[in-house]
Nanobody, 117 residues
Framework: QVQLVESGGGLVQPGGSLRLSCAAS????????MRWYRQAPGKERELVAS????????NYGESVKGRFTISRDNAKNTVYLQMNSLKPEDTAVYYC??????????WGQGTQVTVSP
């Protein structure tokens, strides 16, 4: 079955960095667009970054442009999110997502990122 397992979250001070990883299994990873979403308490889930199958097309949410970098290693079935210059407003649960048509994508369990002094 499809599994998406996030790791790398934690507590970091403002201005710090974290690198999230999402290990995928149960499908042909290189055939799918992969995304990172986040959800802060009391807020809707928002798209953070998206990367196409061969990493040619990459997109970011406005709030993270210039600070976050999404990448993937198809040989390792893993997608990454490098987060730099973190701000308190980046605090959220971050989710890995396998994109499929018609809203039939798959979610990981999420990893908590907390940015606080």
């Amino acid at each position: 079955q499809v599994q998406l397992v996030e790791s790398g979250g934690g507590l970091v001070q403002p201005g710090g960095s974290l690198r999230l990883s999402c290990a995928a299994s149960g499908f042909v990873f290189s055939n799918y667009v992969m995304r990172w979403y986040r959800q802060a308490p009391g807020k809707e889930r928002e798209l953070v970054a998206s990367i196409a199958e061969r990493s040619i097309n990459i997109n970011y949410g406005e709030s993270v442009k210039g600070r976050f970098t999404i990448s993937r290693d198809n040989a390792k079935n893993t997608v990454y999110l490098q987060m730099n210059s973190l701000k308190p407003e980046d605090t959220a649960v971050y989710y890995c997502y396998r994109h499929r048509a018609y809203g039939l994508g798959d979610w990981g369990q999420g990893t908590q990122v907390t940015v606080s002094p």
